[in-house]
């Protein structure tokens, strides 16, 4: 880990007249993998959604490699190096698994040649997807759109990965396969972001931990700092 990539300064984000951030700060040092972990409804995802400028802060700054990113367009942020795998995947359901991939590889305007060594790179760590390659979204099965997610975002290789809830829904086997994948994905060289509900996946694959209630960070600390606190457990995350 070489210096902070990714800053989030004082960020504060409404939606409506709902103070959902009251002044969320803090950085991920390049290479890590970080978690977000809480309650539901405290924060978690509204901090990614603002950091990919989905909605964007009333106050506050995101800065991505020491240039400030703050509430540019979604295009832009992903073309700067930040993947966003969000909550619901938004697989296109009438596309193949293919076009779902191409699409990605478009909008980062990756040529053809190129294009093709990320498909099948993609495909090596996903060979379900290579199997269903020109099977339509809709037709997937919830782990294989969750596949298809983590794999759109990769085609583009990113600097940091925004990754929210990715093992909701999904039985315990794909939970597992889901956690090596992330860790292959890490192992690239990829900074990792995760929201992540199961806190068992959060602190199996973390090595820092950002704990979030009502819109702010009130603890920062690793995995063990976590598991060997119940009261915290129950506290903020609502887990014993």
């Given at each position: 880990?070489?210096?902070?990539?990714?800053?989030?300064?004082?960020?504060?984000?409404?939606?409506?007249?709902?103070?959902?951030?009251?002044?969320?700060?803090?950085?991920?040092?390049?290479?890590?993998?970080?978690?977000?972990v809480?309650?539901?409804?405290?924060?978690?995802?509204?901090i990614?959604?603002?950091?990919?400028?989905?909605?964007?802060?009333?106050?506050?700054?995101?800065?991505?490699?020491?240039?400030?990113?703050?509430?540019?367009?979604?295009?832009?942020?992903?073309?700067?190096?930040?993947?966003?795998?969000?909550?619901?995947?938004?697989?296109?359901?009438?596309?193949?698994?293919?076009?779902?991939?191409?699409?990605?590889?478009?909008?980062?305007g990756?040529?053809?040649?190129?294009?093709?060594?990320?498909?099948?790179?993609?495909?090596?760590?996903?060979?379900?997807?290579?199997?269903?390659?020109?099977?339509?979204?809709?037709?997937?099965?919830?782990?294989?759109?969750?596949?298809?997610?983590?794999?759109?975002?990769?085609?583009?290789?990113?600097?940091?990965?925004?990754?929210?809830?990715?093992t909701q829904?999904?039985?315990?086997?794909?939970?597992?396969?889901?956690?090596?994948?992330?860790?292959?994905?890490?192992?690239?060289?990829?900074?990792v972001?995760?929201?992540?509900?199961?806190?068992?996946?959060?602190?199996?694959?973390?090595?820092?931990?950002?704990?979030?209630?009502?819109?702010v960070v009130?603890?920062?600390?690793?995995?063990?700092?976590?598991?060997?606190?119940?009261?915290?457990?129950?506290?903020?995350?609502?887990?014993?």
């Open positions: 880990m070489t210096g902070e990539i990714l800053v989030l300064e004082d960020l504060h984000t409404y939606y409506g007249k709902s103070h959902v951030l009251q002044g969320v700060s803090f950085g991920v040092g390049r290479g890590e993998f970080v978690a977000l809480g309650r539901n409804g405290v924060g978690k995802s509204t990614l959604k603002t950091v990919m400028g989905v909605t964007p802060p009333r106050a506050g700054r995101v800065l991505l490699e020491g240039r400030e990113i703050t509430g540019r367009p979604p295009h832009e942020v992903s073309r700067a190096g930040i993947a966003w795998v969000p909550e619901d995947r938004r697989v296109l359901p009438h596309l193949t698994v293919l076009e779902n991939l191409q699409i990605s590889l478009h909008g980062a990756v040529g053809r040649h190129e294009g093709q060594e990320r498909l099948q790179d993609a495909f090596a760590l996903f060979p379900q997807l290579r199997e269903r390659q020109h099977q339509k979204g809709r037709t997937l099965s919830g782990g294989e759109q969750q596949m298809l997610a983590l794999a759109r975002a990769l085609v583009v290789r990113p600097k940091i990965m925004l990754v929210d809830e990715p829904g999904l039985m315990p086997k794909l939970v597992a396969a889901l956690v090596q994948v992330l860790c292959e994905i890490h192992s690239r060289g990829v900074t972001v995760l929201v992540e509900q199961m806190v068992t996946v959060a602190l199996e694959l973390a090595r820092r931990i950002y704990v979030i209630d009502h819109g009130r603890l920062s600390t690793t995995p063990d700092g976590i598991r060997q606190d119940p009261g915290l457990m129950q506290a903020l995350l609502g887990v014993s």
